[in-house]
């Protein structure tokens, strides 16, 4: 069945002007844009988007990274777009994701453990809270896509 997923271009992808070949990834692998919106993230939107690494030691600076220029938030809608959003720009760590998965987004255009360029909901929970995070009028659609 269509599934829609969160994706985030982060302020390394922007400013290292990766937007354009990241859009021809998503739509050459079979995604529609449903929805799209630039925006300057405020210290107060990410910490309740990261709540759930509010206690990591790496959180002030997830902040401050998240913080540091625009980024680009998109609802991507695909048959399977949760699981095939994660494969494509894959691990985490983007250092670690050019020795293992050098085709992958995060190989293209991210840099270590934090700036890996690139955001993917990472379960159907996941994509349901983060798309009704920044899109509330994206969550009808997506309980019509489960049903
Ligand atoms: P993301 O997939 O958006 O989810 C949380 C983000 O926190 C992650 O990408 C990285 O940008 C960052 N992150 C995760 N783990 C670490 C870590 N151990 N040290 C620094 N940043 C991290």
Not at 19 to 25: A, G, L, P
Not at 41 to 56: C, G, M
Request: aromatic residues 8%; negative net charge; contains cysteine.
């Amino acid at each position: 069945a269509a599934e829609l997923t969160l994706a985030i271009v982060k302020p390394d992808g922007i400013s290292g002007n990766h937007t354009n070949s990241i859009k021809n990834i998503i739509l050459q692998s079979g995604f529609t844009i449903h929805t799209q919106a630039t925006l300057h993230l405020h210290q107060h939107t990410v910490t309740a988007f990261y709540a759930e690494h509010s206690t990591k030691t790496f959180f002030p600076s997830l902040v401050k990274y998240m913080t540091s220029g625009p980024v680009l938030i998109m609802v991507l809608e695909k048959v399977n777009a949760i699981a095939d959003w994660r494969t494509l720009i894959g691990p985490t760590d983007a250092r670690k994701a050019k020795i293992t998965h050098p085709d992958s987004i995060r190989a293209m255009c991210g840099e270590d453990l934090e700036r890996n360029c690139v955001h993917g909901s990472d379960s159907h929970e996941s994509a349901a809270r983060e798309i009704s995070f920044f899109f509330p009028d994206s969550l009808s659609v997506f309980m019509l896509l489960l049903s």
